[in-house]
């Protein structure tokens, strides 16, 4: 079991900036793939952006060149900054992690339990 603790999250005026860290915890684990989610009230839970272990980044086309996403493997920790905040992007935000147990190499697939964003404007 692959545990996932989020801090970060915040009030924080429109145009502002917050950064969100995410730290994977357990054992014997690897993962492929970290990543951050959202969702806002009465709507589906969206991709936000994700980074693979080879560094390959994805973005949501409505966060593209105002998000940044990134990861410290050392410490199974993955990183969102948010710059140039708008009050749409207020949500709760989940991380994710996706990998293989390396005892028994099932896949697992993580979430954290969710950090509230509030964008004011």
């Known amino acids: 079991q692959v545990q996932l603790v989020e801090s970060g999250g915040g009030l924080v005026q429109a145009g502002g900036s917050l950064r969100l860290s995410c730290a994977a915890s357990?054992?014997?684990?690897?993962?492929?793939?970290m990543g951050w989610y959202r969702q806002a009230p009465g709507k589906a839970r969206e991709l936000v952006a994700d980074?693979?272990?080879?560094?390959?980044?994805n973005f949501a086309d409505s966060v593209k060149g105002r998000f940044a996403i990134s990861r410290d493997s050392a410490k199974n920790t993955v990183y969102l900054q948010m710059n140039s905040l708008k009050p749409e992007d207020a949500a709760v935000y989940y991380c994710n992690a996706r990998g293989r147990n390396t005892r028994s190499q099932r896949e697992y697939e993580s979430w954290g339990q969710g950090t509230q964003v509030t964008v004011s404007s």
């Open positions: 357990g054992t014997f684990f690897s993962i492929n793939v």
């Open positions: 980074i693979t272990s080879g560094g390959r980044t």
